[in-house]
């Protein structure tokens, strides 16, 4: 999947540098549930990577027919016809030349599937579009079709999120990439595509007709389709010849001026109370495992900037590297800023809000479990996961199933570890990255034989060349070579003390300590420090640096000596262990877990007390005024982590304790519900998830009204948030489809981010 930030658009579905998932069907001879309809007229060796994007795709539930509508090239007809040899699902279909449209008429008229799936011969679509797309048709039936936002490449390369949302805009402007999926009662219903358009266009005209028939369709909000844009292409030819793009735009104004007072708006469906999550799967694409892998499935919140979502990516990567095979979904509304990190390692990735209702997450749950052939579901920091786990656990009583804790927390009364306390009996084991988590854990009533500390450990491929760059990662990031460097980094908010932070560094200035601060990271309490740091005037001797990439923040720590990190709770902070691993000397809040890595040789730990700030000042002013103690520590410190903390042992002992989650799975194995009663917990999930989402709505509203903690009101982020919390609500969306309000929110977010 194409990174939006930094776009590669040579990193196309057909790139030898993609992951790969092993999509194939388990049993053939299934009936298709969607065709894909191609025309294909002397199509050259892109053609190539058409097919590869195709035969690629998740759902392999699948036929593919293509119609030759006349083809010349000798060359090019072998290419079809060889490839059509290749493979059963495959069906050429020959007409002398009409043009793409009836080409595409012709396709329908061969075809069985109830989904058509609509493709040009050299456009390219990643694994996942076909099986998004027919599931968010099967969520949301009041729409006809679906497309997804395209990546427009070779001669012209940029992103194009514009689609279906524009609605009535359609009449003026053709906006939507003709790559898409749509119901065969709509194709049947608006006739098809009108063959006396040959020059271009007629998708444009087939959108409309589908409008006029009743029909309108949704953009999904991921890069899943490419556009081949070429200078000499049909496209180019159509856009170019502006007398005839104007008596087109003209024929369409007055084909379907009706539709101008009476343009389909599908209703969005709002969650409502108590609903009912679907019961039924709505189709089978049961996928085959020739190569006997082991499958597992992570269920997470969202894909973001995070130490526990760091965690999560590590040990994706390893588990890959030693033959696993990795299903992702995402159950949070979110920007998943980490995206095209997870992409790099497994294109099997569904953020569930990007294409689903809430009541059909449990559904598409069991159907991935199924659909993959999962062994094992590990969920980690996902409530929604927690949630469906007896619903899950009753379907496949089979596989094993795991969750991942790192540390507790004041929400919830204990956050995610104490649901993984009251959900022990439905999971085959726990597992979680400190003792002291398993100590609180059994504290409150958990089973000790079930539960199993696995430490989170450090690439130290990654940390390695900043061990011995201090001096060039400070010329580059503009820092004074004799300065000592302090670093935090993490999320400004109360688990972090943002507010005591800036009470060290002003302690440290006063006791005319020299250094230069880096602080790294954003949230709610960003605003409230800032305004502490000017108020001190600290400027000086502080820098500011927001969020940063992880190639910045591990240059950062290579010209970094101490890291400061005085929080109110913590797991095992992945940043200390980054930070030791290239040898920058710890010093922390002696909480949670630190302890089972920072010991007295290797970094310091300051308990929490009435002389807390005079602790941190002395400790910090030392080891700035003794470089060659700084020295010693920070080595110790290194060789800390690549003794007992790197990835390679920890990936390890994952491996273990996942195969002893399957020996518990096989040989004391948990109960599993009756599946009415689990159906029954599926539907409280989802009206958990609908009560929760109400309540943050309200919660943010609050928020941005009042500020918090002496903060200012509105920041980028909770802005953000509350758009999304919107969303998700009756009102909110009603208010959201003001093009006034969406203007105004979007001119606020870049005055706030500037």
Known sequence: MINSKQPDFSNTPAASTRPAFPYRLATPNDAPIVSVITPYYNTDEVFLETVASILAQSCQNFEWIIVDDGSTDEAALARLHAVAADDARIKVVVQKNAGPAAARNNAVKHSVGRYLCLLDSDDMLEPTFIEKCLWFLESNPQFGFCNSWSVHFEDESFLWRVGFETGKLHLDTNSGPPMSIVRREAFDACGGFDESIR????????????AKAGYWGHTLPEYLAWYRRRKGGRFAQVMGTGSVNQDFEALMAERYASLRSNFPNPPAQYPVPYETAPPQLPFANKLGNVDHARRILFI??????GGADKVNLDWISAL????YQVSICTTLESENNWLQEF???????????????????????????????????????STFGYLTLPYLRAHFPNVAFVD???VEEEWMNGGHPRFAVGYQEMLDLNLVTTSHLRDWMIERGAQSERIEVCHSGIDLTQLDAGVAAKSS?????????????????????????????AEILRAL????????ALIIGDGELLPAFEAKIQDAKLQPSVRMMGRVDHATWLKVLAASDIFLLPSEYEGISVALLEAMGTGVVPVTASVGGQDEVVSVDCGFLIPHSEHELKDYVEIVTRLIQQPAFREQIGQAARARIVEQFNLTTTTSTLIQLLDRAHQFSKNQARVALPHMFAQEIANLAVEYTRLSNVANTLWMNQHLLGGANGGQAISTASLKKLFILLSQT?????????????????????????
């Open 199 to 210: 020059f271009g266009h007629e998708d444009w005209d087939f959108w409309l007709a589908l």
């Open 300 to 305: 997470i919140p969202w894909m973001v900037t």
């Open 320 to 323: 890959t590297q030693n033959g």
């Open 343 to 381: 992409a790099k390692l497994t294109p099997d990735i569904f953020m569930l809000p990007s294409f689903l209702r809430t009541a059909d997450y449990p559904r598409f749950l069991r159907y991935l479990i199924d659909s993959r052939q999962i062994d094992t579901v590990l969920i980690s920091a």
């Open 404 to 406: 991942l804790c790192h």
């Open 473 to 501: 990662a400070r010329q580059e990031l503009a820092l004074d070579d004799s300065i000592p460097v302090i670093v935090f980094a993490g999320r400004f908010c109360a688990q972090k003390r943002p507010q005591f932070l």
């Open 509 to 516: 200035v006063e006791a005319g300590t020299i250094f230069q």
């Open 730 to 754: 009756r009102v909110g969306m009603m208010l959201l489809r003001s093009n006034w309000l969406r203007q105004f929110g979007r001119w606020l977010i870049v005055r706030l981010e500037k």
